[in-house]
C-alpha cells in the first residue's frame, strides 16, 4: 500500500495494490474508488484531504508489513 498526497491539488490517493484501475466510482464528494478488471478496489482518491483527513499523523497497528519509509 502506498499514500501519496499532492499539495498542488490536495488530494490523497491510497494506492491498495499494483493493479491497473479499470473502472471508478464517486462514493461521496470528493471521494473516489478505483477497481481493477474483476471489480476488486485498487486504490482510493481523496480530493480536498487536507479538509477530510489528519494528515498531520500516520497510524500503524498490528499490520503485518516490511517497514520501507520514504519522505520527501
Known amino acids: 500500500m502506498k499514500l501519496k498526497y499532492y499539495p498542488d491539488t490536495d ?3 491510497i494506492d491498495l495494490s499494483g493493479r491497473v484501475s479499470a473502472d ?11 477497481y ?6 485498487v486504490g ?3 480530493d480536498n484531504a487536507s479538509k ?5 499523523e ?3 497497528s498490528k499490520v503485518p508489513f516490511t ?3 520514504t519522505m520527501g
Open 11 to 13: 488530494s490523497l490517493y
Open 24 to 34: 471508478s466510482r464517486e462514493i461521496s464528494e470528493g471521494v473516489v474508488l478505483d
Open 36 to 41: 481493477d478488471d474483476t471489480g476488486n478496489i
Open 44 to 46: 482510493i482518491d481523496i
Open 52 to 56: 477530510k483527513v489528519d494528515l498531520k
Open 58 to 60: 500516520l497510524l500503524v
Open 67 to 69: 517497514t520501507q519509509i
